[in-house]
């Protein structure tokens, strides 16, 4: 027998098989990158990492892996700049945002065109397009910055604005996913009407109208009103704040599946404080409203259940003093994520920047780390994903 042939039977008895099974369980835990190097190895490996089916188990895991969490902040353009949670908590009080991370990206926006950020899902950003010239006809596209994907432009919208301030100020639009029919879709909520459009279709389908006004505060309040307040994808629903026709706050939800919405109420023991309108996040899978008491702190209350109104539980309270902060015109707080052992991460923002306080209920610890740069201005909590903007 040839030496060398025995030696490479000998060297293939060595060889430790894997079922495939076992391979996608263990390659599911992976972060992007990793998997993304991978795909190199062998035939087998990119096609199980290319699957669908393992698409969405890894996003699945990834959402409930901490480890994996960022806090995105992504620019009023096309710039974002990810923070993983893991440094945030582990590197308290630094003052310069590049000693913790300096991979900032940029979606490589045409120079004629504007963009415009409207909401995040799945991995995928979600931003509008549009010409300063031109502005009666919005385009959109899809970027994925983990795998440097992006999608081609779609779904045109027109408008009747006359003038581009008006666009900007009167015109909403949200992003999230309809589970149900595995579809992206973008709401459009203008003076007179509401627009549903379903990503891969060419049509803008009417719903019901809102009789409410978004508190969409960067473009529409009054410079000392003005507060961080965004709407929020959470379980096939697009939820946001609103002020209905007796000019009281109420919580918009809209059912992407169904294409309908309802009406919900804040907790009963909610009172509005002049100059520091409420916010909504999404913690720990459920729909939290937040807003700050006369002068004294900040309470987040929880939905347990989304819809029922008699859910809302008192979460949070949290004083001004354990936070070691002091109210100005232009402050808001808002909760990005709640962490392992109890601890509350929650983005502020002061005159010079954003500034990130870790809060530990338990004994009222805080820490804070300072992210200086002025360009950003959406904190998002984020996990990449293999999800296609295709």
Request: proline content about 5%; charged content about 20%; overall charge neutral.
């Amino acid at each position: 027998m040839n030496p060398s042939t025995a030696k490479s039977r000998k060297s293939n008895r060595n060889l430790i098989f894997l079922p495939e099974e076992l391979i996608v369980q263990v390659l599911s835990y992976l972060p992007v990158k990793s998997l993304t190097q991978l795909r190199c190895v062998t035939k087998a490996w990119n096609t199980i990492i290319s699957d669908p089916k393992f698409i969405k188990l890894h996003l699945q895991r990834s959402t409930k892996d901490t480890n994996l969490t960022q806090i995105l902040c992504v620019s009023a353009d096309s710039f974002i700049q990810p923070y993983p949670l893991n440094t945030l908590l582990n590197t308290p009080f630094i003052n310069d945002s590049t000693e913790l991370n300096d991979s900032c990206s940029e979606l490589s926006p045409d120079s004629d065109n504007s963009y415009q950020f409207i909401g995040s899902c799945n991995g995928l950003l979600c931003y509008r397009v549009f010409s300063f010239t031109d502005f009666q006809n919005t385009l959109f596209q899809l970027w994925n910055p983990a795998t440097k994907a992006f999608s081609i432009y779609f779904g045109r919208h027109s408008n009747s604005h006359t003038n581009i301030y008006d666009y900007l100020r009167f015109s909403m639009f949200s992003f999230g996913y309809d589970n149900s029919t595995d579809t992206y879709k973008i709401l459009y909520m203008g003076p007179n009407k509401v627009e549903i459009f379903s990503y891969g279709g060419n049509v803008w389908k009417l719903i019901q109208l809102f009789h409410v006004v978004p508190l969409d505060h960067w473009n529409i309040a009054p410079r000392k009103r003005r507060t961080f307040n965004q709407d929020m994808y959470l379980n096939d629903t697009i939820n946001f704040l609103a002020r209905d026709i007796a000019e009281d706050i109420v919580i918009i939800s809209v059912n992407l599946g169904t294409e309908t919405y309802r009406e919900m109420l804040p907790p009963q023991d909610f009172v509005e404080v002049p100059l520091h309108l409420p916010t909504i996040s999404v913690l720990e899978d459920s729909l939290c409203f937040c807003h700050h008491t006369q002068k004294t702190g900040f309470i987040i209350w929880k939905m347990k259940e989304l819809g029922i109104e008699k859910s809302w539980t008192q979460f949070l309270k949290i004083s001004y003093q354990d936070l070691d902060i002091r109210i100005k015109y232009r402050f808001f707080m808002t909760p990005l994520c709640i962490y392992e052992s109890g601890i509350a991460l929650i983005l502020a923002n002061r005159r010079h920047g954003l500034e990130v306080i870790i809060y530990n209920s338990s004994d009222n610890r805080i820490e804070k780390t300072r992210l200086s740069n002025l360009r950003w201005i959406f904190p998002y909590n984020y996990v990449e994903s293999l999800v296609s903007p295709d």
